[in-house]
C-alpha cells in the first residue's frame, strides 16, 4: 500500500526567505506524485505534479519540487516565501497509470512572518 | 483550467435530518468524482468513488447507508448526509476527473457541515 509522510506539521519563515517542505513516500514502484495547497476553509489547489521525464517540476506561484528517487522524496521548494504562500500545503501519491486511490499526507502548515 | 463547485459551501442541519451537498464540474465532463472528508487539522480521506450511472464505491469503514452518493450526470454527483449526528460534522471536499486527463484531480472549494 502506498503511503505519504509528511514530517514537518507546523513551519514558521520570514517573508523573503527560502521553503523546503518535506515529504517522502512510499511505493512499490514510481507513484505519481502531487503537491496540494489549502487556504482556509477552501478546497485543493494543485500546485505541481510530477508523472516522469524532468525529476525537477517546475508549478505555479513559484513553486517547485524535486523527485529523488533514491530518497523516496518529493520535497517542495521556494526560493522567496511571500506572505500569501501561508496555507496548508499536502503531499500527494497515486499508483502510476491511474488517478485511483490517491493518498494524501497529514499535511504542513505555513505560518509566513514579516 | 477544469473548474469545480460545491454547493451549499456551508450547511447547518438539526441532528436527525438529512442534508445534500452538489458537486458539479463546471467546464467539462467528469467521468469520476471522489468524495472526501476532512477533520479538522488533519489530511482529507477519501469516503468514495462514483463513476457517472453507476453505483458509487465506497471506502472501508464508511457507512453506504448514512452516506448516498449519486451521480447522476457527468457533471453533476450529490452526497447526501443521512440522519445526520454531530459526530458528521467535518468538511467535505469533491473532486472530479475527466477522460480526457484522468490523472489529475480537481478540487471543489469544499462544503463545511455542521451538525447540532
Known amino acids: 500500500a502506498q503511503s505519504v509522510t509528511q514530517p514537518d506539521i507546523h513551519i514558521t519563515v520570514s517573508e523573503g526567505a527560502s521553503l523546503e517542505l518535506r515529504c517522502n513516500y512510499s511505493y512499490g514502484a514510481t507513484p505519481y506524485l502531487f503537491w496540494y495547497v489549502q487556504s482556509p476553509g477552501q478546497g485543493l489547489q494543485l500546485l505541481l505534479k510530477y508523472f516522469s521525464g524532468d525529476t525537477l517540476v517546475q508549478g505555479i506561484k513559484g513553486f517547485e519540487a524535486e523527485f529523488k528517487r533514491s530518497q523516496s522524496s518529493f520535497n517542495l521548494r521556494k526560493p522567496s516565501v511571500h506572505w500569501s504562500d501561508a496555507a496548508e500545503y499536502f503531499c500527494?501519491?497515486?499508483?502510476?497509470?491511474?488517478?485511483?486511490?490517491?493518498?494524501f499526507g497529514t499535511g504542513t502548515k505555513l505560518q509566513v512572518i514579516p | 483550467g477544469a473548474v469545480v463547485s460545491q454547493h451549499p459551501s456551508r450547511v447547518i442541519c438539526k441532528s436527525g435530518t438529512s442534508v445534500k451537498i452538489e458537486c458539479r464540474s463546471l467546464?467539462?465532463?467528469?467521468?469520476?468524482m471522489f468524495w472526501y472528508r476532512q477533520f479538522p487539522k488533519q489530511s482529507l480521506m477519501l469516503m468514495a468513488t462514483s463513476n457517472e450511472g453507476s453505483k458509487a464505491t465506497y471506502e472501508q469503514g464508511v457507512e453506504k447507508d448514512k452516506f448516498l452518493i449519486n451521480h447522476a450526470s457527468l457533471t453533476l454527483s450529490t452526497l447526501t448526509v443521512t440522519s445526520a449526528h454531530p459526530e458528521d460534522s467535518s468538511f467535505y471536499i469533491c473532486?472530479?476527473?475527466?477522460?480526457?486527463?484522468?490523472?489529475?484531480?480537481?478540487f471543489g472549494p469544499g462544503t463545511r457541515l455542521t451538525v447540532t
Open positions: 500527494a501519491v497515486a499508483p502510476s497509470g491511474g488517478y485511483q486511490k490517491v493518498t
Open positions: 473532486s472530479a476527473i475527466s477522460g480526457q486527463d484522468s490523472y489529475e484531480q480537481y
Open positions: 467546464d467539462f465532463q467528469a467521468t469520476t
